[in-house]
């Protein structure tokens, strides 16, 4: 059974980094056919996609967050991780780590989620 769970510091203060780490366990981020995905959730926008990385290590970002975000690997660890700067107060959400399966066309697996608040 596969499963991630996301982990970071849960309050963030504006213009900083804010960094997640999703840990995986039961199976490989290098295996074939799978994505790892970072989404967040707001009660004003709803589920938003914020990018992925692939199992070969490609990355793939939202047009409106590319600027800002850098989805990296530790393969030794099995995690992944984003970092997301310049954060202001919109960006407070929970975060979300999920895989992506091509051949099923779906997200299969979703961490719990984490809330991270950006604020002063």
């Known amino acids: 059974q596969v499963q991630l769970q996301e982990s970071g510091p849960g309050l963030v203060k504006p213009s900083q980094t804010l960094s997640l780490t999703c840990t995986v366990s039961g199976g490989s981020i290098t295996a074939d056919s799978y994505y790892w995905a970072w989404i967040r959730q707001t009660p004003e926008k709803g589920l938003e996609w914020i990018g992925y990385?692939?199992?070969?290590?490609?990355?793939n970002y939202s047009p409106s967050l590319k600027n800002r975000t850098s989805i990296s690997r530790d393969t030794t660890e099995n995690r992944f991780t984003l970092q997301l700067t310049s954060v202001t107060p919109e960006d407070t959400a929970v975060y979300y780590c999920?895989?992506?399966?091509?051949?099923?066309?779906?997200?299969?697996?979703w961490g719990q989620g984490t809330q991270v608040t950006v604020s002063s």
């Open positions: 999920a895989r992506y399966k091509g051949d099923y066309e779906a997200y299969d697996t």
């Open positions: 990385m692939g199992f070969l290590g490609s990355t």
